[in-house]
């Protein structure tokens, strides 16, 4: 326990900063009085357990001084289709490579001045950025300047490459994603089987390859003495591990295995488990503590310590009930964060995930098996494929899932600790006081299904999707959006809009209104039309006015000009106690226009007009409507050069706050409804 301790100490420094302070406080100090009270009488245990929480809470904080010459050498320590990472000095740098052929161990000079990593990320879609910052990735190097110096002998992309291109795009994409933990979300497959949420909790927490392990253990008992039985299939599967190198979930259940045969083998069972593990743990944060800040950590490693406890907590039962209790309190333990992965609850998604099970590992075995001999098994694979695609389509027909409200992250805390007390009460055996825990247990999580915000919540929204503009106003029930945005790359209504508004538990739009026919405005209006309840739709100048509850919008603009972003139309809507000026992609000539109609432009939040361009926001428009926020909708590093810089100048010479979605992302006004 003494191990645990002291893991759970260095973890809640590390992550102290990257939470909500009070939260933080909070939670390290009930940690910091229970450890002191069940460690009073073990002062060099307790001096550790504090040591590793004031570690925790400067490692991250120590500058990495920069170095006067732009020349790094290093080694390759993930590596990707269009990228790789690269570790130089204790620290990591994205490097973007189209058809990158590096792999993880070689060894490369780059000459290149470190820039920040400026990647587009979309509303609801994954984080790429994110995933970098999560990994210690904040800088990035050019490509242009390359010397390698070593190669790795392990050309694994290539023996993948091989391998896969002997199979079918159904079979190569179910073995990407199954042996090889490569998804590719493009393709119908993994999409359907993200989408039932499948693949996430298995990928994260290792859990099928600990099942490989065990499997291959049990069969070399019947030949084998245990001792050999019990280090063998970890040798037998060592090159197929390779593969997966940077999977924490699978490195976890490999340092796991060896020091749980040392321990039996060689230290004749000196430590428990939990301190096994808690040790293997504390060992991986020492190697990167970034590891903290990512799923398959806290999964994985939080799964082991969930199981540990439980199955203490339910050693009076028979084994038969305990094989019951154990999947549901899995499921509880996931519940929240596979929730929050999906953006919604899905009522058979238990059933679903044990279902899958069988199948996922028999796929996985015969592809393994077919990887080892150097023989495709194309037929077996195919039908095997065939099959999973059978399952995971019946799957997808009887799927019910509730969209679950974004708020849920606030209720994470309360969950966790209600759950961790049922624990607690379970092992004391306090079964009254578990029957009364459980109703706030199961409430936290109803409560994030109920729509509460639909009823008592008024909000406008400028949902970041890249460069384009899309406008929610919500007046409690009463929905409009002005513009769509639009991507040739993928489907903005159905990968960015539709998740956003589920988020928001969002059911339907009273009215979708297309300012223009620029495709960085209306691109997704056909597939959200197609793929939601939006009762009506608007893009004419004669369909206004219109009122939709509380929100009253009337066209401004009645200018004729070339152009057509010179017909854009322009909205001035009163709402929140705020006038909020839309102004689409409305040019100069446009607003010239108006001010010389002494058409009524004033207002205290501005959408910037055309994501900033120089062809909008002159001076005289801004004298006229009198911002004191600005909103501009555009991309990271856009070929455009949005926003120009003469705008911002403007901007800030009339004191305006700007706003950015390419840097905030999602920018919401929200109040409650009167």
Known sequence: MSWFFILIGFVLGLCFFRNNIYVSITISSIFLVFSLFRLFRKKKILMSVLAMFALGLIIPNIPIAHRGSFEYSGIVVESKENYFIFLSEFKKYYVYEEKNSKEIGDYLIICSKPEDVVVNTYESQFSFDEYLSNKGVKESLSSKDITIKWTSPFRMKAIKSNFLNHFDEDTKAMISALLFADRDYEHSSTKMMSELNLIFLFSASGIYFSFLLKGLEKLFKFFLKDRLAEIFPLVILSPYSIFLFNKIGVMRVIFLTLLKYLNKHVLKKRFTYLTILSFTALMFLVIDYHLIYQSGYYIGFGLSFILIFVRTSLSFLRKKHQAILIPVFIYLFMLPISNLNAGSFHIFGLLFQTLSIPFNEIFITFSLISFYVGYPFRIILSNLTRVLLLVYSEFSKTDIHIPIGDYFKYLLIPYYVLYIYSIYLLESKRFPHLEINSLPLVST??????????????????????????????????????????????????????????????????????????????????????????????????????????????????????????????????????????????????????????????????????????????????????????????????????????????????????????????????????
Do not use: W
């Open 445 to 674: 999580v109803l409560i994030s299904l109920i729509p509460i915000r639909t009823y008592i919540l008024n909000a406008v929204y400028f949902i970041n999707v890249g460069q384009g503009d899309s406008i929610l106003i919500k007046n409690k029930d009463n929905i409009v959006m002005i513009d769509t945005g639009g991507n040739t790359s993928f489907d903005m209504a159905k990968e960015t809009l539709i998740p956003f508004l589920n988020k928001k538990q969002i059911n339907h739009i009273d009215l979708l209104i297309t300012t223009h026919d620029d495709f960085d405005h209306s691109g997704a209006s056909a597939s959200l039309i197609d793929n939601f309840n939006v009762k009506s739709y608007l893009n004419r100048r004669d369909d206004f006015p219109v009122k939709v509850g509380d929100i009253y919008l009337e066209n401004l603009n009645t200018f004729l000009g070339k152009d057509k972003n010179d017909n854009s139309l322009v909205f001035n809507v009163d709402f929140m106690g705020k006038k909020f000026l839309f102004m689409g992609d409305a040019s100069i000539e446009t607003e010239k226009y108006m001010i010389a109609n002494n058409i009524d432009l004033d207002c205290d939040i501005l959408k910037v007009g055309h994501h900033g361009s120089n062809t909008s926001t002159c001076e005289e428009f801004l004298n006229k409507a009198t911002p004191k926020e600005a909103i501009i909708s555009s991309a990271k590093k856009n070929k455009y050069g949005h926003p120009n810089k003469e705008v911002i100048e403007r901007l800030n010479k009339h004191n305006i706050k700007i706003r950015q979605t390419s840097i905030e992302g999602t920018i919401s006004y929200v109040q409650l409804a009167s």
